[in-house]
């Protein structure tokens, strides 16, 4: 396939943390070229709560993991903290590489 058909392909995405800073940006950008975005939230799919099996990847070419903390301020955060930004992601890439969905891990700055 050529590079000028590869980049007009349409695309089906999860955006997980879609209503943070980086993947509010991202739903954005990735609907004006076209893709078709499921924007997910803490409503949707909560990290400490849900398992991955939650996540329906029918049809899903990628899944853009925007889910993070930025900031460890308090020592009882920290297993939250690991869990978000270290534990989840594995976790969430296993499931994608199990189903064939390619994976994308993405984040700001983290303070630790």
Do not use: W
Not at 8 to 30: E, P, T
């Amino acid at each position: 396939m050529s590079r000028d058909k590869e980049s007009k392909r349409r695309y089906k995405i999860i955006v997980l943390g879609s209503q943070g800073m980086l993947g509010s940006a991202l739903v954005y950008y990735l609907r004006a070229q076209g893709h078709t975005v499921i924007a997910s939230s803490r409503q949707t799919f909560d990290v400490l709560t849900d398992s991955v099996e939650k996540i329906d990847l029918s049809g899903v070419d990628y899944v853009i993991n925007a889910i993070g903390l930025t900031n460890r301020r308090f020592s009882e955060d920290d297993t939250r903290f690991y869990l978000i930004n270290s534990i989840f992601p594995r976790i969430l890439a296993d499931f994608c590489g199990e189903n064939s969905v390619r994976f994308i891990h993405i984040l700001s700055l983290i303070h630790i």
